[in-house]
C-alpha cells in the first residue's frame, strides 16, 4: 500500500531532500501535501510534479503569487484561518514530516500531533519551546513522533529493544562547525557569509548560524532529553569534524554502540519513513577503506558559550527554553542582516534570559507570550548595542 506523506517545509534543506526520497520510492510513498512559508515559486514546480498534494503558504502574499503561477491548481491552495488543521485533515497522511525552520514550526508539531498523525519532526525549535506540551500532546493522543534531527534518528536507530535500563550514557557528536579552531579574537570578526559557510552539511540560514554557534547542538540536547526522557547528566556532547558517526549509546557494561553513515539527511529521513524496514540507498555510502580518521574531542564552553548556556537552560526548564529559543531567533536574524557582530549573538540570549523571569505554565498561551516577551526584549538589547 502506498503511504501518504505530507511534507511540511518542503522547499527547505530537508523538505527537498524529503521529496528526493519519495521520489525514488513511488511505489512506496506519494506527497498528500506541501506546504512552505514564502518560497512560493519553489513550491509551485513541486506541486506541477505531485498533482495529488495540497497547497499551503502561510504568507498570504506569496500565496497569491502562486495562484497566478498555478491558476489550474487553485482548488488544491488550503486558506484561511483554519487552513493548518484542515490541510492535514483534508490530505489524510499516513505521516507528517514537519521540516519547517524555527518557532513556526511549532503550529505545525500541534496540528499533526491533534490530528492523530505520526509525526517525522525534524523542526527541533517546537520542541525546545513546547516540550512539556508537545510530548503530553503525543502521549494523550498516542501518536509517535519519530526523530528527524540526524543525530537523534542515529540514536532512535540504535536504541536497545528491550531494556531501556541497559543505557548509561547518550551522546549527541556535533562537527563543531566552520570555527572549531578559531581564536576568541578571530570570532570578532565573523561574517554572515562565513558562518553560512559549514564544512560538512547545506543546511538553511538559521541552522547554519546555530550550527557556527554551537547552540543547534545545545538545542539538540534539550531536545534529547524529551525524545530519550533522559536527565541531563546522561546526555554528553562531544565534537567529532568528520560528522560520520552521528550518535552513540554507552552501556551500563562500558560497551558502546555507534550509528555511522554519510553526512547526508536522506538516510535519517528514509529510516523515518520505512523503519523497521530499511530503503536502498539513493545516497553516497561510506567505504571505510577511504575514510581515514576519526577524531572525537570536548567541546569549548569557553569559545562557545551558547552549548552551556542552553544546557542552563533545558535543565531550568518551564518556560526558560522558550525564552532562549526566541531571542536566538532574533539575534541570529540582526547577525544575519549585519546588524549584530556574531559573538553578541550569545550575549543577547544571555541578556534575555538574565533579565526575563522563568514561568512554570506549559499551556500554549503562556508559552507564545513568553516567546513574544523574549523576542521583544531581544529586539531592544539589539537596539540598545546599534
Ligand atoms: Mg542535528
Redesign the pocket.
Known sequence: MIRRVAVLGSTGSIGLNALKVIEANPERYAVCALAAATSCHVLAEQALRHRQALLYLSDPKAENTLVQLLPAAGGRIIKGKKALPLLIKDSAPDVVINAVSGSDGLEFTLASLEAGIPLALANKESLVMAGDLVMNLAKNKNVEIIPL????SALAQIWPDHDNGQVRNIWLTGSGGPFLNFSKQQMDSITPAMALKHPVWRMGPKISVDSATMM?KGL?VIEAALLFSLDYERIRVVIHPQSLVHGLIEMHDGSWTAQMGPADMRQPIAWALSRPERLPATWPVLNLWDMGNLSFSQPDYERFPALPLALQAGKAGGSTPCLLNAANEVAVDAFLAGRLPFTAITACVEAVLNELPAEAGSCLESIMAAHHKARHAARRWIAEME
Request: hydrophobic share 0%; aromatic share 0%.
Open positions: 534531527d540526524s543525530e537523534h543547534n539538540e
